[in-house]
C-alpha cells in the first residue's frame, strides 16, 4: 500500500479546486494571474471570512472590490472586502504587505 503527501497548502488545493475568481471591472486587465491568486488566498488565513473568493471588481490598477462566500441559496451570506496595492503586494486592508 503507498502513502500519499500534498506538496500544496490546504490554502492552494483549496484554490485549485474551486473555480478561479471572476475578474472585472475597468481595470481588469491589469491584475496577473499571480494577484489574482494571491487575493484568493487572503480569507484562507481569517477565520471571519467566508471562503472561497468568487469575484473580484478592480475598481483602479491598484485596488480591488472582492466578495467571497459559497452561494447557494438566496439567503447565504457572503464577505466583501477590499484590496489595494502597498509596495508590490496585495493587502486586505490599506498598508497591509504581505
Not at 1 to 19: K, R
Not at 36 to 44: E, S, V
Not at 55 to 71: F, K, N, Q
Request: hydrophobic residues 40%; positive net charge.
Amino acid at each position: 500500500m503507498l502513502a500519499s503527501a500534498s506538496c500544496v497548502s490546504p490554502q492552494t488545493a483549496a484554490l485549485l479546486t474551486f473555480p478561479r475568481p471572476q475578474v472585472q471591472g475597468p481595470f481588469a486587465s491589469t491584475l496577473s494571474v499571480p494577484e489574482m491568486l494571491q487575493i484568493a488566498q487572503l480569507p484562507w488565513g481569517r477565520a471571519d471570512m467566508r471562503k472561497p473568493v468568487y469575484d473580484i471588481y478592480m475598481t483602479a490598477p491598484d485596488a480591488a472590490d472582492v466578495s467571497s462566500g459559497r452561494v447557494v441559496n438566496q439567503s447565504d451570506k457572503v464577505t466583501g472586502f477590499k484590496v489595494r496595492k502597498v509596495r508590490g503586494h496585495l493587502g486586505d486592508r490599506p498598508g497591509l504587505d504581505l
